[in-house]
Antibody
């Protein structure tokens, strides 16, 4: 069965860097792009962007250009999200989700990132 | 960006009732509308795509309808496991955008 397993919760200080991983199994990794979605505490879902798992080309939503970077380790069927220069407003749960014609048909369990001094 | 507006923001209903959640797009998205369910502390689950096609394993008490800019998700005979938050998402344009969510609570 399709599974996306994300790395564990993170507690970071402002200005630090965090890298979240999302390991896929149960399908051919390079056949489906991967979305990243942010959910701030008590808030809704916000699309951050996606990465083409065949070419490695990332696409970022406007609000996530600059400090955010998507990457792949194709041999390990793993997508990653790195956030640099963390700010308090980056405190959220981050989800990876498999893309299927623009929908998100399978989701990781989420990774909580807390930014606090 | 295409704006998605959901209503109501919250809804209280009893087991066995039928409820409807609506979603409006700021422009024509044809039939490129998906729905997700999210339970507290869990990841969203894929429910419906292309307005009315149920994702694998989704019970038939869920149904989607609509076209162009107006859409709805209907849940017949609510079950205890149906309570949580629901989000619509347009998958016509980039960026894909979500509605603000509807929290369905037990009355």
């Amino acid at each position: 069965q399709i599974q996306l397993v994300q790395s564990g919760p993170e507690l970071k200080k402002p200005g630090e860097t965090v890298k979240i991983s999302c390991k896929a199994s149960g399908y051919t990794f390079t056949d489906y792009s991967m979305h990243w979605v942010k959910q701030a505490p008590g808030k809704g879902l916000k699309w951050m962007g996606w990465i083409n798992t065949e070419t490695g080309e990332p696409t970022y939503a406007d609000d996530f250009k600059g400090r955010f970077a998507f990457s792949l380790e194709t041999s390990a069927s793993t997508a990653s999200l790195q956030i640099n220069n963390l700010k308090n407003e980056d405190t959220a749960t981050y989800f990876c989700a498999r893309n299927d014609y623009g929908t998100m048909d399978s989701w990781g369990q989420g990774t909580s990132v807390t930014v606090s001094s | 960006d295409i704006q998605m507006t959901q209503s109501p923001a919250s809804l209280s209903a009893s087991v066995g009732e039928t409820v409807t959640i609506t979603c409006r797009a700021s422009e024509n998205i044809y039939s490129y509308l998906a729905w997700y369910q999210q339970k507290q502390g869990k990841s969203p689950q894929f429910l419906v795509y292309n307005v009315k096609t149920l994702a694998e394993g989704v019970p038939s008490r869920f149904s989607g309808s609509g076209s162009d800019t107006q859409f709805s998700l209907k849940i017949n005979s609510l079950q205890p496991e149906d309570f949580g938050s629901y989000y619509c998402q347009q998958h016509y344009g980039t960026p894909p955008t979500f509605g603000g969510g509807t929290k369905l609570e037990i009355k």
